[in-house]
């Protein structure tokens, strides 16, 4: 795959600091057991290629990771293994802005921002859940693919690529009921919400698109309340709710990034 990204930079999600993803230890561990770190590795090397606009590699790297998480899915002695080595969990890590070379409109956008996953020590083992785990590599590697996939559509023109994004987005949502929801789920879960309705939107289904509007409006809705932002919401929801004011009562506009 050629992926064509432009410039990107990091910024951090609003809960706390970036975490430091782990580093491989070279010991005479099975490859098994340092899954979950490995795959965590091989994206976000894939989304520092992206920076360096090498989208080939990039898209490889992200392969190679679903093809590991699928590996331990199907392998649950590699799944007790790892839960042995690695007492962490996995989360929605820092975020990485991509920028396409166009000018921005000011209509529906696609949330440009490539996801990593971070590690956090467990205090308590009993918090131990390699099935969610795997589940969340599971979507973030499938978004990443998918935005590689959707901006490639928008700078070639070319609905293949639009319609391999959305499948994908799609693959990265059914992974989603398998994982406790907190906020930073819940904007993994807008986020392929709203770019799934950026390309129908470039497909001319409207009716799909209102679909996902509707089941992005009731995430940031139930997520506002159940941490009582009295709709103060963090900056990383901003583009959503600017995209459903933007869209609501009017037909929609593509535009390149939000």
Known sequence: LQLPFAHTKNISVFFGNPTTLPTTKQTKQSASTMISSTVMKLNHKAVSFLQHQDYETAA????????????AMQDPEEQDEMDQVMPTRIALGPLASVS????????????????TAAARPLTDPDEQDEDQDLALLYGILFYNVGLCLHLQGL???THVFLNQA??????????????????LIVLLEVALLNNEAHIHSC??????VGVCLNLMQTAIREVNADYQWRGNLPREFKPFSRNLVLQAGSQLRPAPAA
């Open 60 to 71: 490889n790297l992200l392969q190679q990771g679903i093809h590991m998480v699928e590996h």
């Open 100 to 115: 396409l070379s166009m000018p921005q409109q000011d209509s529906f956008g696609i949330y440009s921002h490539a996801m």
């Open 155 to 157: 700078v070639s023109g």
């Open 166 to 183: 959305k499948h994908c987005y799609e693959t990265a949502l059914g992974t989603l009921g398998a994982i406790d929801r907190n906020p």
């Open 203 to 208: 497909l001319c289904d409207h009716e799909r």
